[in-house]
Nanobody, 125 residues
Framework: QVQLVESGGGLVQAGGSLRLSCAAS????????MGWFRQAPGKEREIVAT????????YYADSVKGRFTISRDNAKGTAALQINSLKPEDTAVYYC??????????????????WGQGTQLTVSS
């Protein structure tokens, strides 16, 4: 049974930083691309960042480039999202997801077939 568990969300002031983590189990982690997505109230879920199975390539949404950094540790089975210069519009539920195994379309949201339960990030102005 595949499980993805996010942690690290909370209430942060604008301009601050936060690190979200995702712990994976039940899958061969090194074979799966990992992605972070978010859904704000009243909006559709959107892609934030993705990283391929080797950790050698990344993709970022234009809205987060330069502020967000996705990473992974294949030895530990974890993925992370470092968020800097937080803005109120970053407020959302953040989800980690996995696509694979060895899916070459890892920048496409439709390829992500395993999802975590989400963690709330609220940015106050």
């Amino acid at each position: 049974q595949v499980q993805l568990v996010e942690s690290g969300g909370g209430l942060v002031q604008a301009g601050g930083s936060l690190r979200l983590s995702c712990a994976a189990s039940g899958l061969i982690f090194r074979a799966y691309a990992m992605g972070w997505f978010r859904q704000a109230p009243g909006k559709e879920r959107e892609i934030v960042a993705t990283i391929n199975w080797a950790g050698s390539s990344t993709y970022y949404a234009d809205s987060v480039k330069g502020r967000f950094t996705i990473s992974r540790d294949n030895a530990k089975g974890t993925a992370a999202l470092q968020i800097n210069s937080l803005k109120p519009e970053d407020t959302a539920v953040y989800y980690c997801a996995a696509a694979g195994p060895y899916d070459t379309r890892w920048t496409s949201p439709s390829q992500y077939n395993y999802w975590g339960q989400g963690t709330q990030l609220t940015v106050s102005s």
